[in-house]
């Protein structure tokens, strides 16, 4: 019984040091065989969410792939591409909001891009212009393309953000997509002033293409509501007393418009 029960024995662990040797075999041919292929050709593929007209060209990601890969991207062995700190590396582009670097079954890189899509321009109390997008992330200018966005003005001018100018970005992204969203409001909001109401404290206000006055519509919260309000306003009001009736109209307030007459009126 101690015989064949040592026999078994032997027998297993025979059979897992060929499964092991097997696969080291196997491992250290992969290894061999992937120091000796090189790279045929890449692709590179450049997308953004509903967007035609592309903030970054081929030509923009091919200088980042370079630069990670020290030289040219064909003919170089496949063990020398870092395919994560390549990804990496794209990423940290502004425009880039996420990035795919891998090689197909024909040796063959494939460069995926996906493009952050700004949704508004804002500028600086100091006269400083960027981009916000869907992440709130704020994006330098490009000199390529030029997008018309909901505009901001009066953002407070500073080196470093705090907090209550985070809770501030995202406001601006909220109004600008909602304005966006509306084609006649789309039209009809020529700009966004940012209004200071105290200490870490903004509202905004808005100048419309038609009509001598603005719109104070506060923060973002409600925002339907408020312009259902305001399109109410100017259905039932504005157009029997004139578009420049009113210096400003107040939609701040639930249930409520005020109006302030203009004094030439």
């Known amino acids: 019984m101690d015989t064949k029960r040592t026999i078994r024995k032997l027998l297993f662990v025979t059979m897992w040091v060929a499964i092991g040797g097997g696969m080291l075999t196997l491992l250290i041919a992969a290894m061999g065989r992937q120091r000796s292929e090189t790279c045929r050709d890449y692709e590179i593929s450049i997308s953004a969410d ?37 990804e990496q590396l794209l990423e940290q582009n502004p425009w880039v909001k996420s990035a795919q670097v891998y090689f197909d079954n024909r040796d063959e890189l494939k460069v995926t891009v996906k493009e952050r899509v700004p949704v508004a321009r804002v500028f600086t109390s100091g006269g400083r212009s960027f981009y916000i997008d869907g992440d709130n992330r704020m994006m330098q200018l490009s ?39 509306d084609a006649f409001w789309n039209s009809q909001v020529t700009q966004v002033d940012l209004v200071s109401c105290g200490p870490a404290c903004w509202e905004m206000e808005l100048a419309p293409l038609v009509g001598n006055h603005v719109v104070k519509i506060g923060n973002s919260e409600n925002l339907q509501v408020k312009f259902d309000r305001l399109y109410l306003f100017y259905k039932q009001v504005l157009t029997k007393t004139g578009f ?4 400003s109209i107040d939609v701040r307030y639930d249930g409520q418009v005020v109006g302030t007459k203009n004094n030439n009126n």
Not at 244 to 247: E, G, T
């Open 50 to 86: 509903g967007e035609k007209d592309l903030f970054l060209d081929r030509a923009d990601v091919l200088r980042l792939l370079k630069a990670a890969t020290h030289g040219n991207i064909k003919g170089q062995p496949k063990a020398a591409f870092n395919l994560g700190q390549m």
């Open 143 to 181: 000199e390529k393309v030029s997008t018309k966005l909901p505009v901001f003005t009066g953002f407070p001018e500073k080196k470093k953000l705090v907090q209550s100018d985070s809770v501030l970005i995202n406001q601006i992204r909220e109004t600008a997509q909602f304005i966006s969203a």
């Open 244 to 247: 420049d009736h009113y210096s």
